[in-house]
């Protein structure tokens, strides 16, 4: 099955910084998503992205599918910021599982 | 609108013990997910439905584990006889075609 790579595994930044995750995929992929795993748990979905750039606030992210990567950028961070970002992907659409990557976690130091 | 819930948010069971937990998804919503977090883990995929159906069981760790779909909407995951490594938290999360997952804030299993 397909393989998903996050880098880097831990991040640990001062609060205002800004950063770059990145997600590496082995195959072709139809669908990208982006999530964050607040401390508390909940997985909130940040991008739907299987391919171009979108911008949400201090967020953004680039899918480039041809060459199997996404970037995730955070701008400003914020404690909030803090937890874990997981992208995940589909292969074929609508009839496969979305396969998690390894996970970023992020730490914001006040 | 209603996102994905899930009940019990907390379980507590005895070893041994058989368990049952329920998964809402968002109305409309096609495609369903089971997923199972241990502390400080990656997400361990189970099962997927696709309407009511389950095309791919790949994930379901032993036979003790088996979920159901009806009515495309709500689905049921069942332990049965509960060991001590069963014990994480079991998210779900649906979604339409083609669109966004969402999940649920996941049923936190302890077995004791």
């Known amino acids: 099955g397909i393989q998903v790579e996050q880098s880097p595994p831990d991040l640990i930044l001062q609060e205002g910084a800004n950063s770059t995750l990145r997600c590496n995929f082995s195959d072709s992929v139809n669908n990208l998503q982006w999530f964050h795993q607040n401390p508390w748990g909940q997985l909130i979905n940040l991008f739907y992205?299987?391919?171009g750039t979108k911008q949400n606030g201090r967020l953004s992210a680039t899918t480039v599918a041809t060459e199997r990567y996404s970037l995730l950028y955070i701008s400003s961070s914020q404690t909030t910021d803090s937890g874990v970002y997981f992208c995940a992907v589909h292969t074929n659409f609508g009839n496969e599982k979305l396969t998690f990557g390894t996970g970023t976690r992020l730490t914001i130091i006040p | 609108g209603a996102g994905v819930s899930q009940s019990p948010s907390n379980k507590v069971t005895e070893k041994g013990k058989d368990v049952e937990l329920r998964c809402d998804p968002i109305s409309g919503h096609t495609a369903l997910y089971w997923y199972r977090q241990r502390l400080g883990q990656g997400l361990e995929f189970l099962i997927y439905?696709?309407?009511?159906?389950?095309?791919?069981k790949s994930g379901l760790p032993s036979d003790r584990f088996s979920a159901e779909r009806t009515g495309e909407s709500v689905s049921t995951l069942t332990i049965q006889r509960t060991q001590q490594e069963d014990s994480a938290v079991y998210l779900c999360?649906?979604?339409?075609?083609?669109?966004?997952?969402?999940f649920g804030q996941g049923t936190r299993l302890t077995v004791v």
């Open positions: 992205i299987p391919s």
């Open positions: 999360a649906s979604s339409s075609y083609p669109g966004q997952t969402e």
């Open positions: 439905f696709q309407g009511n159906s389950a095309p791919d």
